[in-house]
């Protein structure tokens, strides 16, 4: 019979686990708080548009980019993106003036060119627009630049070659700024790379541009590798010390760009952008597109989005299927509740001591759980339970301080606990769902309490800024997936859960089922391993799947949840139940652990909205289930009947 603890306080009998889990809830929602009230004040974001495909539409709608920007902005957009024009850009044309080797210059230029026919020079006309400020600009650039009033314009020498300037800023795209600055269009300014020894300039240019156009809110380096790369303190100091912040822009791997991001914390705004060239390498459709910038927004907090219009659909009015895009992606975004506004900043904030207090009380009382599983747990004992006196829960609640205080001024614990209480609150998780065999529902209600508990105790402590903009990582994610499944086995082997101890195995020869099961065994954990943010190599059809599913669900359940956990949990039921293949449904316990390793993984992605997490949990439990009662129902009555028939011969 199963014993409670005894209240001191009402003399009313409890049970244990259930205190925990109320005390994980009490502690982590007030730790949370910060957090849940940052996501609540920050549900804004913007569609942002290159201004280069502005100027391109308007030039195919003969409609000045002034008036297209009015309407743009009507359908949605919130922000342009201006870059630096390199060496490269204007030799492709980017601005109406001349760039390139001293002899491809007019005749009647040439005459003040240098006397080198490959030196790089810039022939501003005289009705350029801008001319003289192009030509302070350059100055600033490149202090060496020489600059003379030629036959119909402005003749600049520049001091570097065309080799050396072909990926580095040159130019700013003033026109560009000036459309932002005229029709007050939030900006998102791109700047260039620039040779070593022209760093300095190159940030003396980007100080007087965010002076002299206060639209531009938020910047980021473009090309291969950072401005000012290996020292990006200059550039995070420029930014900042302007009131500006930093675009953190999804899966760069731009080098120097994580410095960047550190030294500009906390202006930092996640974006996310998909290129012309991968639009057109991965085919990428537009209604593809879409869901993709959408699922930035729900999944990963992103709040800058850059749009733009496709290279590979063709239409008759491409101004006006592009403008039909935009307004589509803006109601889509609108029907999720999110504010189509500039975004603002996380203010910093710290989860404090009482973060640390429910992370160390769920990796302690998981932890000694386990450990009574291993080492006390006997078949004649419904739970472990039977085993903690008050003087046990004392205790409990002594360590949990102690390790919480600890969690709280080391950082090095902190990471370590993070990762283990992962590890130990998937374990006890499992456990309560497997042992709840006699009483399934309770069993499953119990468990996904336990997970949910547990993943808001690691959340509750992982909660500051810095995990949820994913400047430090989570260890536990990876661990959460390995682990487990071998705790749970030398468990399973050491207490008889499977018919045989682990040293019986070893003493007698190798069935071949059993070889082909662990086999099999091995091949989904590494599959599952390999596969956890790797999402390029998800086939196409369950691609599919997720996108339906996240269409009717809004929130989409993890597959290894409703596919592999839930399912493998009630098929364990079903044949623990009938006393079915003793040898064998050792699988199902392995499934279901892997499916609450992936149910507790969700509260470690913290750049996910909390509400997301839980509205994702609670439709992995309902879906799961019903694919679980599918799944028996196949079993009992097609499996079952072929494994009476041709089974038995097989395995005889």
Known sequence: MKSKKMSPFTGKTVNPGLAVVVLLFLLSGVALLPRLRAEGENRSAAIVLDYRDVVSLAAKGNTPPGDLWTLLAGRGAGGMMVSELTGQDLEDGALPLYYGPASGLPEGVRKSAPADPSAPVLFFPKNFSRRKEQVSYLSTRFPGTKTLEADGGTLALLPRSRQELLFTGVLPDLEGLALGESQRIPLFYRVAPALPGDTRSALETLSRLLEAFPSIRVISPSGDVALGFPDLRPLARTITEKGRSVAMVEFSRQIGVAQLNWNAYPALLPLHSV??????????????????????????????????????????????????????????????GITLAWPSPFAPWKTGLTGALALSLALVYS?????????????????PDSSLTGRGMAMLL????????GIWLIPGAAKIAGALAAVFVVTEA???????WRRP??????????ALAGGLAIAAFFSDPTYMLRLRSFSGVKATLFLPPLLVLLADLKNREHPESLGEIFRRPP???????????????????????NVQFVPAFEVRLRDFLERVLVARPRSKEIFLGYPSLLLWYYVRKGDLWPHWREIFRMGTVLGFSSAVNSFCHFHTPLYFILF????????????GMGAIFLLRFVLLPLWNRFGRTVTE
Request: glycine share 8%; aromatic share 10%; charged share 20%.
């Open 367 to 383: 932890l000694l759980r386990y450990l009574q599983r291993f080492f006390l747990f006997r078949k004649k004992l419904e739970s």
């Open 511 to 533: 069935l071949w089922g059993e070889l082909f099961l662990l086999g099999m065994l091995l091949a989904v954990a590494g599959l599952v391993l390999f596969r956890s943010d």
């Open 398 to 405: 002594l360590l949990s301080a102690v390790l919480g205080a």
């Open 275 to 336: 290129t012309h060239e991968e639009l057109l390498s991965r085919n990428i459709s537009r209604s593809v597109l879409k869901e993709r910038l959408l699922r930035a927004v729900k999944e990963r907090s992103v709040r800058l989005l850059i749009f733009r219009p496709s290279t590979l659909e063709t239409s008759e009015n491409p101004l006006e299927a592009f403008l039909s895009e935009i307004d589509g992606l803006a109601s889509t975004l609108r029907s999720h």
């Open 616 to 627: 994702r949990q609670f439709n992995g439990l309902w879906t799961g289930v019903l694919v």
């Open 441 to 450: 529902w309770a069993g499953l209600a119990g468990s996904f309490l336990f």
């Open 430 to 436: 499992s456990f309560l769902a497997l042992d709840g």
